[in-house]
T-cell receptor, first 112, second 113 residues
């Protein structure tokens, strides 16, 4: 069936370095993608989103890239900080007000 | 503007008991979604509701699980005759009309002993 998945389950980076978290999706009908951050014991927190008519979107220290040709999504975090340590999920849906399909998650560990 | 509220945050039930999980969406949001998360896994969709209507329950087990979102009051996810396999974190999300983004509550962690 259709699914969203991540390439790397864990990622360790040095404080101050840039982080790149990847995600593959298979539903070609998806037109909206979201990255969530989930800290231990908390609910997913919205980070950034992108619609399928865009290739790139930037926020504060974060950038999301969408490659529709290979159905690939990535989250780039600049100057990674200890507070960025968490599990990051990509999610997708289409047509608005529909359930999100989540990937399995990547745990980001920041080494001070 | 308060975020999505869920209670209780932690719930312990013995096998065979009932669990009731509550979710109050963000102000102005009329769409509610319930997801389940097992340790070290992603969130899995269970049910999508609007006021007084179940829109999509394709992710919810056919037996023992039910959900409602009444005209007044919070959305309720009800699990009857709980089993150990029901132990998980249950998250509620809400969104406004014609929206893609969903905002999540802090979750209810259900432990079945």
């Amino acid at each position: 069936g259709e699914s969203v998945g991540l390439h790397l389950p864990t990622l360790s980076v040095q404080e101050g370095d840039n982080s790149i978290i990847n995600c593959a999706y298979s539903n070609s009908a998806s037109d909206y993608f979201i990255w969530y951050k989930q800290e231990s014991g908390k609910g997913p927190q919205f980070i950034i989103d992108i619609r399928s008519n865009m290739d790139k979107r930037q926020g504060q220290r974060v950038t999301v890239l969408l490659n529709k040709t290979v159905k690939h999504l990535s989250l780039q975090i600049a100057a990674t900080q200890p507070g960025d340590s968490a599990v990051y999920f990509c999610a997708e849906n289409h047509s608005g007000n529909t359930p999100l399909v989540f990937g399995k998650g990547t745990r980001l560990s920041v080494i001070a | 503007n308060a975020g999505v509220m869920q209670n209780p945050r932690h719930l312990v039930r013995r096998r065979g008991q009932e669990a009731r999980l509550r979710c109050s969406p963000m102000k102005g949001h009329s769409h509610v979604y319930w997801y389940r998360q097992l340790p070290e896994e992603g969130l899995k969709f269970m049910v999508y509701l609007q006021k007084e209507n179940i829109i999509d329950e394709s992710g919810m087990p056919k037996e023992r699980f039910s959900a409602e979102f009444p005209k007044e009051g919070p959305s309720i996810l009800r699990i009857q005759q709980v089993v150990r396999g029901d132990s998980a974190a249950y998250f509620c999300a809400s969104s406004p009309d014609r929206a893609y983004e969903q905002y999540f509550g802090p979750g209810t962690r259900l432990t079945v002993t």
